[in-house]
T-cell receptor
């Protein structure tokens, strides 16, 4: 199977850290992405990680990849109300000459002031 | 600073009607994509165009056709709309097919088929 799974909902208090988790099933995935979708908008790429990396940090965002367990996480430090959105993880691999990107179901992050 | 522009933003169709969703990008990108987003299912690729003049099927192409009119524009057509095609449709573009290039998404078209 090629499912990408995420929990549907996460609620955190402003100032706390948020951790959004994702599991994927395709070990041949080469890149893994985190996208953010604000209400009524398209998806915006937050960050991506190459599959041979364990961690990537970008300001308040930390991506951890456990390739053995096929587990990806996104940590948002000092979560703000503006971080409220739906977060999608996605994996990509080459498939028949094109880059196949499979998206997870999305995790809705609610930040409580 | 337009990026990827989709029209219309909202549309209601009756079963059997046809319509074309328009998408244009002003970033000189080679690759363009059409996705549909359904609750609990993430985004699924309908069709993509790796470069001007080429189009290929994605995961869920049935009931749709596409046209890569030129490098800027990639349209999605529903010839005979069905309620199962009620969804939010996103167009995306990226510079090329390389996996480490960012995909830019339009704001989406919310389509309801009654």
């Amino acid at each position: 199977g090629e499912d990408v799974e995420q929990s549907l909902f996460l609620s955190v208090r402003e100032g706390d850290s948020s951790v959004i988790n994702c599991t994927y099933t395709d070990s041949s995935s080469t890149y893994l992405y985190w996208y953010k979708q604000e209400p009524g908008a398209g998806l915006q790429l937050l960050t991506y990680i190459f599959s041979n990396m364990d961690m990537k940090q970008d300001q308040r965002l930390t991506v951890l990849l456990n390739k053995k367990d096929k587990h990806l996480s996104l940590r948002i430090a000092d979560t703000q109300t503006g971080d409220s959105a739906i977060y999608f993880c996605a994996e990509s691999k080459n498939s028949g000459g094109y880059q196949k990107v499979t998206f997870g179901t999305g995790t809705k992050l609610q930040v409580i002031p | 600073n337009a990026g990827v522009t989709q029209t219309p933003k909202f549309q209601v169709l009756k079963t059997g009607q046809s319509m074309t969703l328009q998408c244009a990008q002003d970033m000189n990108h080679n690759s363009m994509y059409w996705y549909r987003q359904d609750p609990g299912m993430g985004l699924r690729l309908i069709y993509y165009s790796a470069s001007e003049g080429t189009t290929d099927k994605g995961e869920v192409p049935n009931g749709y056709n596409v046209s890569r009119l030129n490098k800027r524009e990639f349209s999605l057509r529903l010839e005979s709309a069905a309620p199962s095609q009620t969804s939010v449709y996103f167009c995306a573009s990226r510079p090329n097919r390389a996996e480490n290039t960012e995909a830019f998404f339009g704001q989406g078209t919310r389509l309801t088929v009654v």
